[in-house]
């Protein structure tokens, strides 16, 4: 392992914590010096993917510079350099969410493989013609398809904990969805679509009051504030890489130890086997057995360079900055005509996302013209279709926003979104 990958907390912003020296934490990030048809880059698609910063790309080239090498088997020394830094980012990666210990992490691809590693392995095992499946109308169609299928295949019911007006879960009468036969509640911790955060920690409470087993999607909320899995109490947790500074190709599936010990394997092969004889196998012990097969090495080592970055900024500083954000964006975004704003109004309820529309025009629409103002959204039903439909809308236009975002780049956002009407009500005059 190198010195980089083995050191935590040092200090990247030289500020003490309770204040983050954003034109500092700019200087890490190469990408945001760019420019877009000749504006600079505004950055606000981070609840796609974030931007990366510069400590990770060098990790990146020095691990395939310096110690390329497979990892677990090989008996030479970079191979177990490899090794040592891959386990070292498991153990990164168990701290930054408080689990017990690092064998409860498993690394698989992104969150979607997360979630659907739980529902074929946990779910066909527990889940039957007498069970069901409860989400809300919140989750990422990742956090719903691998359910629709399991349910459809077992026969099992599928239901979904609705909205109220503000667009927080509704939960009265939750007791009449969350039922004997309710074996799992899956749900998001940050909505991606809206920025809704939800009570998992009393959702989590009720449904094992109920015997419900629960799982939370953190893809939304990992990246953006402190996280503890340990008082959530939730029995699987998921969340991806490259939305918190990390690399693509890398995501974690949580999951409390003596399910990973029950749970049968996900996918059969190389690494996830102690013994293989021509009839049978001896699986791996946890969290091993999950990974079959040459795993993304370099960009789960890039990963734990990310979560030091993050860990060294502090996620209250980087929650307290988005709070910040968000709050001026919504009242900037309020003084605006015509803008309808989605998802809880005070800040305190919702993450660094917020979605909006003009009624008349089309998200998409929207979205090419910021573009050409160099600010880059996401436009459309951001993997929520259900979600989409209840609002009765197509899709929306959404803002989020990261570490790096500014103050300033509300306002060219703002600014850019007065062009963006003008633009479209003189045209359809
Ligand atoms: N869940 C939520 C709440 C998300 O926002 C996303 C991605 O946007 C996902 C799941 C899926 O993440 P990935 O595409 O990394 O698997």
Not at 227 to 250: E, N, R, Y
Not at 353 to 377: E, K, Q
Request: net charge negative.
């Amino acid at each position: 392992m190198t010195e980089a990958e083995s050191v935590t907390n040092q200090g990247v912003t030289g500020k003490p914590a309770g204040g983050l020296d954003i034109a500092r934490i700019r200087e890490d990030f190469p990408i945001l010096a760019r420019e877009v048809y000749g504006k600079p880059l505004v950055y606000l698609d981070n609840a796609a993917t974030s931007q990366k910063p510069r400590q990770l790309i060098e990790a990146l080239v020095r691990y395939y510079e310096s110690y390329n090498a497979n990892i677990h088997r090989a008996v030479h020394c970079l191979g177990e350099e490899a090794t040592a830094a891959y386990e070292e980012a498991r153990a990164k990666v168990a701290r930054f969410i408080n689990a017990p210990s690092p064998e409860c992490i498993v690394f698989t691809r992104n969150t979607t493989e997360a979630i659907n590693l739980v529902a074929y392995t946990w779910g066909r095992a527990n889940i039957g013609p007498d069970s069901g499946v409860l989400l809300t109308l919140l989750e990422h169609h990742s956090n719903i398809v691998p359910w629709q299928r399991l349910t459809a295949e077992k026969g099992a019911s599928l239901r979904y904990i609705g909205l109220t007006e503000q667009q927080t879960l509704e939960l009265d009468g939750l007791e009449n969805l969350m039922d004997s036969r309710t074996r799992l509640l899956s749900v998001t911790q940050v909505s991606n679509a809206l920025g809704t955060i939800n009570p998992v920690q009393e959702l989590a409470a009720e449904a094992h009051r109920n015997g419900t087993m629960v799982l939370v999607d953190g893809a939304q909320s990992v990246p953006h504030m402190p996280v503890d899995v340990q008082a959530m109490d939730c029995d699987f947790f998921a969340f991806s890489a490259h939305k918190m500074l990390g690399p693509t190709g890398v995501g974690v599936l949580y999951a409390r130890p003596e399910l990973l010990q029950e749970m049968e394997p996900f996918l059969g092969g190389g690494e996830m086997i102690k013994r293989v004889t021509q009839e049978d196998a001896i699986w791996n012990d946890v969290p091993w057995k999950f990974e079959a097969g040459t795993p993304n090495i370099a960009d789960v080592i890039g990963f734990g360079v990310a979560i030091d970055y993050l860990s060294d900024l502090g996620m209250e500083n980087v929650r307290a900055h988005e709070m910040e954000i968000s709050e001026y964006a919504l009242r900037r975004l309020r003084q605006m005509e015509e803008v309808i704003i989605y998802g809880p109004p005070d800040p305190a309820d919702r993450g660094g996302v917020i979605s909006f529309n003009y009624p008349d025009l089309h998200p998409h629409d929207i979205g090419t013209v910021l573009d050409r103002y160099g600010v880059a959204v996401r436009a459309g039903h951001h993997c929520a279709q259900p979600l989409m439909h209840h609002l009765d809308v197509s899709g929306t236009v959404r803002a989020s926003f990261y570490v790096y975002n500014t103050l300033e780049e509300v306002d060219v956002l703002v600014d850019a979104l007065g062009q963006a009407h003008a633009f479209f009500s003189n045209d359809t005059k």
